[in-house]
């Protein structure tokens, strides 16, 4: 049996790591298709229902609240039941609340439809970033940062599609042709993706890989619970500070969608950068490049901050790939899903609360202060780096 010189595994194991790859990418675009084509249908909804703006926020805290608050359960669940039964069961859940909300004849309905589908997409994260790591083993930091982009292209794609139907069909027809591609997605799954296996299964590891397990971990969630303030805090901000340098509201639209490009490839290429210099280095490199970024776009005229978004993007989310990376080497292999559920509560949470925080700040500061708040929470995420690096295995001798 020839072994992979890039990888280390052997042929057979390669080929079902890509397979796990590649259909934990596309659930993993569903899903986040999922959770953001809300945000198109909100207007279609206010109009259909007559609701106010606050019940349209809670349609989709409903939504997000239930993904964020089942991760963790769902990662318990996962060190006792096959983790691909776990994985069809929640895409198919999340076809189902769609389903439903089709056919809802209120704002009620909507809402239980909507939080079934988050119940749903609850199980993604946790589920498939496991199984993407226990793949690939030790090089899985790169095939993370490529699910993790995945992600990415769902956001882009759904939304859009949805745009695109809502003009030849109803909003009701609508949720049912996507609704079908959940039941679509849960049959790739169920049909070519290997098993995962119970987190119980996998306890027996190697000893070095026992001893750092649990260890530094606080470290890592923490960061990453930063990095997620970081970003979502500055793009509060960026449309403000933009349109206070003359940006009309079509260049401030084609401002967000470069750092969100720069976005996707920085969440692409950071987990191999992490994979070749280390997390430290790299964190280092992305926030530390955040902060000098953002103080750039702040100090600098329009045209040349506009032409610096794209690089702040990358920035802005590749830490995230090289923390998503380090999350198994810092857990015991037989509660990675349960590591993975409590790192992505702790991201998403940030990304809720974040917001808000910094929008208190910006009253009380005005945006540019508040914006260059984000930079120096940036500049923070970096000694705690380095305390994490004491605990990870590549760092102390990262070429």
Same mark, same amino acid.
């Given at each position: 049996?020839?072994?992979?010189?890039?990888?280390?595994?052997?042929?057979?194991?390669?080929?079902?790591?890509?397979? #796990?790859?590649?259909?934990?990418?596309?659930?993993?675009?569903?899903?986040?298709?999922?959770?953001?084509?809300?945000?198109?249908?909100?207007?279609?909804?206010?109009?259909?229902?007559?609701?106010?703006?606050?019940?349209?926020?809670?349609?989709?805290?409903?939504?997000?609240?239930?993904?964020?608050?089942?991760?963790?359960?769902?990662?318990?669940?996962?060190?006792?039941?096959?983790?691909?039964?776990?994985?069809?069961?929640?895409?198919?859940?999340?076809?189902?609340?769609?389903?439903?909300?089709?056919?809802?004849?209120?704002?009620?309905?909507?809402?239980?439809?909507?939080?079934?589908?988050?119940?749903?997409?609850?199980?993604?994260?946790?589920?498939?970033?496991?199984?993407?790591?226990?793949?690939?083993?030790?090089?899985?930091?790169?095939?993370?940062?490529?699910?993790?982009?995945?992600?990415?292209?769902?956001?882009?794609?759904?939304?859009?599609?949805?745009?695109?139907?809502?003009?030849?069909?109803?909003?009701?027809?609508?949720?049912?042709?996507?609704?079908?591609?959940?039941?679509?997605?849960?049959?790739?799954?169920?049909?070519?993706?290997?098993?995962?296996?119970?987190?119980?299964?996998?306890?027996?590891?190697?000893?070095?890989?026992?001893?750092?397990?649990?260890?530094?971990?606080?470290?890592?969630?923490?960061?990453?619970?930063?990095?997620?303030?970081?970003?979502?805090?500055?793009?509060?901000?960026?449309?403000?500070?933009?349109?206070?340098?003359?940006?009309?509201?079509?260049?401030?639209?084609?401002?967000?969608?470069?750092?969100?490009?720069?976005?996707?490839?920085?969440?692409? #290429?950071?987990?191999?950068?992490?994979?070749?210099?280390?997390?430290?280095?790299?964190?280092?490199? #992305?926030?530390?490049?955040?902060?000098?970024?953002?103080?750039?776009?702040?100090?600098?005229?329009?045209?040349?901050?506009?032409?610096?978004?794209?690089?702040?993007?990358?920035?802005?989310?590749? #830490?995230?790939?090289?923390?998503?990376?380090?999350?198994?080497?810092?857990?015991?292999?037989?509660?990675?899903?349960?590591?993975?559920?409590?790192?992505?509560?702790?991201?998403?949470?940030?990304?809720?609360?974040?917001?808000?925080?910094?929008?208190?700040?910006?009253?009380?500061?005005?945006?540019?202060?508040?914006?260059?708040?984000?930079?120096?929470?940036?500049?923070?995420?970096?000694?705690?780096?380095?305390?994490?690096?004491?605990?990870?295995?590549?760092?102390?001798?990262?070429?």
């Amino acid at each position: 049996m020839s072994v992979s010189a890039e990888t280390g595994i052997s042929r057979p194991a390669d080929r079902r790591a890509t397979r #796990t790859l590649t259909v934990t990418g596309l659930n993993h675009a569903l899903h986040d298709g999922y959770t953001d084509l809300i945000y198109v249908l909100l207007p279609v909804w206010q109009a259909e229902f007559a609701l106010s703006y606050g019940l349209l926020a809670l349609l989709r805290g409903l939504y997000a609240g239930a993904m964020a608050g089942l991760q963790i359960p769902v990662g318990r669940i996962a060190e006792r039941i096959d983790g691909k039964i776990i994985l069809i069961a929640g895409t198919a859940l999340s076809a189902l609340g769609y389903v439903l909300a089709g056919f809802s004849g209120g704002v009620i309905g909507l809402g239980l439809a909507l939080a079934l589908s988050g119940a749903g997409s609850s199980t993604q994260h946790p589920i498939a970033s496991a199984a993407v790591s226990r793949a690939y083993g030790a090089a899985a930091r790169g095939p993370l940062g490529i699910y993790n982009f995945t992600g990415d292209l769902g956001k882009a794609a759904i939304p859009a599609l949805t745009s695109i139907l809502l003009v030849v069909m109803t909003w009701r027809h609508t949720l049912l042709v996507l609704a079908l591609a959940g039941v679509l997605v849960a049959a790739c799954i169920a049909l070519w993706m290997p098993a995962v296996g119970k987190g119980a299964e996998h306890k027996k590891a190697a000893a070095s890989r026992r001893e750092r397990a649990g260890r530094g971990f606080h470290w890592l969630l923490a960061i990453g619970i930063l990095d997620t303030a970081v970003r979502m805090g500055f793009l509060t901000f960026l449309p403000f500070l933009l349109r206070d340098k003359g940006a009309s509201l079509p260049t401030n639209g084609l401002a967000l969608a470069l750092v969100f490009i720069g976005g996707a490839a920085g969440k692409f #290429t950071c987990g191999w950068l992490g994979a070749r210099v280390g997390t430290l280095r790299t964190v280092l490199i #992305t926030e530390g490049g955040t902060a000098t970024l953002i103080v750039a776009v702040l100090l600098l005229p329009l045209a040349p901050a506009i032409v610096l978004l794209p690089l702040l993007g990358v920035m802005l989310n590749g #830490t995230s790939s090289v923390l998503y990376g380090t999350v198994p080497e810092l857990t015991p292999p037989h509660q990675t899903e349960r590591a993975f559920a409590l790192f992505y509560t702790g991201t998403i949470g940030s990304g809720a609360i974040a917001p808000v925080i910094y929008g208190l700040l910006g009253d009380a500061l005005g945006p540019t202060l508040a914006t260059a708040a984000t930079a120096l929470t940036a500049l923070a995420i970096c000694p705690l780096a380095i305390a994490l690096a004491r605990h990870l295995g590549d760092d102390p001798k990262a070429a």
